[in-house]
């Protein structure tokens, strides 16, 4: 199911994880449209720096997930997102070195430890045992991951690297295994839990990189 359904069918898994992606996946961050519609190196090398810090380790967000999908509908879904994340870890690692360190930062600026909670914030989101909370988070995280892909595709191209193919799951397929996951109501409450918290942890993640581009300004 879609976000696109007519307005008097039931609501799904599907379009609760759209519309969550819509009012606070990474396009409704300010500062990504400010980065999507001009960026400065400076910038554009804090946000590959972070994003290695949230997602450059292994294990990350879908290879916990992995260990807590038991439902056959799922394996090929989350067998295509992990292997795509593999691709996706080495791509941010690679612009992360090529960018070059972060500068611009004062000794007062403690945005970085912040984004090391997060990245614990994620990792623990991830692990929950609430049966759906890990796939909420795992769908999510995929879902909305081409968005970023609209900022780091021109860094890559301006550094001289050719970004791989994104393999992520299409938004087809990963919504119809929202509704799949979401038939039952208790799985669906932990999914869609999952799903929220983890668009609220990468909105942490903007305004953290937000507050840092101010500090650099000033």
Not at 23 to 45: C, K, Q, S, V
Not at 86 to 106: H, K, M, W
Request: hydrophobic residues 45%; contains cysteine; aromatic residues 6%.
């Amino acid at each position: 199911m879609t976000a696109n359904k007519a307005s008097s069918d039931p609501v799904t898994g599907g379009d609760r994880l759209v519309a969550m992606q819509q009012a606070d996946g990474h396009a409704a961050a300010a500062h990504y449209r400010t980065l999507l519609r001009h960026a400065e190196p400076p910038e554009l090398a804090d946000l590959a720096h972070f994003l290695c810090l949230l997602h450059g380790r292994r294990p990350g967000v879908i290879d916990h997930a992995a260990t807590r999908f038991a439902d056959p509908a799922a394996r090929d879904w989350i067998m295509q997102a992990t292997e795509a994340f593999v691709t996706e870890r080495l791509y941010i690692t690679r612009l992360t070195v090529a960018a070059g360190p972060v500068s611009g930062a004062s000794e007062d600026d403690h945005s970085e430890a912040a984004a090391v909670e997060l990245r614990s914030s994620f990792q623990m989101l991830a692990q929950s045992e609430r049966r759906g909370c890990a796939a909420g988070a795992a769908l999510a995280l995929a879902l909305d991951w081409p968005n970023l892909r609209a900022i780091l595709d021109p860094l890559a191209l301006r550094l001289g690297i050719e970004p791989p193919p994104c393999g992520f799951p299409a938004s087809s397929p990963t919504l119809v295994l929202a509704d799949h996951i979401c038939r039952q109501s208790a799985t669906a409450r932990a999914f869609l839990f999952g799903s929220d918290q983890l668009f609220q942890l990468q909105r942490g993640a903007w305004r953290l990189l937000g507050a840092r581009q101010r500090l650099r300004a000033e």
